[in-house]
């Protein structure tokens, strides 16, 4: 899987990106999973990630998949191991609609200060690292 932030700067630009870094080298060596977020969120989180699919992912109009991407015999799922080292791969747009930027609800979050106040309250209770 992999995940890339970009600041979008035309209608369209999202899926272009994911596009590219779904078949560029570094990402398409056996990746079937590229998510594009706005570069309000860390690609390197990946609960922000799954955050931004979830709210900001419309799976009708901002998920593709494309065929016959550069896979390995490795690979689990390449259509054929021997002969066709290939696999389909899913690019996800996880940003704000570009024609909706001015009109998208805020994001609605809780200040640090509270967050630390809960966390030092709920500590027992809590996931390491939450």
Request: proline share 5%; charged share 25%; net charge positive.
């Amino acid at each position: 899987m992999l995940a890339v932030s970009i600041k979008q700067l035309y209608g369209g630009h999202a899926k272009q990106a994911g596009m590219v870094a779904s078949h560029c080298h570094a990402g398409a060596y056996c990746n079937r999973w590229t998510i594009v977020v706005d570069d309000d969120v860390d690609p390197a989180n990946i609960n922000d990630v799954i955050w931004a699919m979830c709210t900001r992912c419309d799976p009708r109009d901002q998920v593709d998949i494309s065929h016959g991407g550069w896979s390995s015999a490795l690979d689990p799922m390449c259509y054929n191991a021997e002969n066709d080292k290939r696999n389909s791969r899913v690019v996800i747009n996880a940003c704000v609609p570009f024609n909706r930027q001015k009109t998208f609800p805020a994001i609605a979050r809780a200040s640090k200060e509270l967050d630390s106040r809960m966390r030092a309250k709920w500590a027992k209770e809590l996931p390491v690292g939450f």
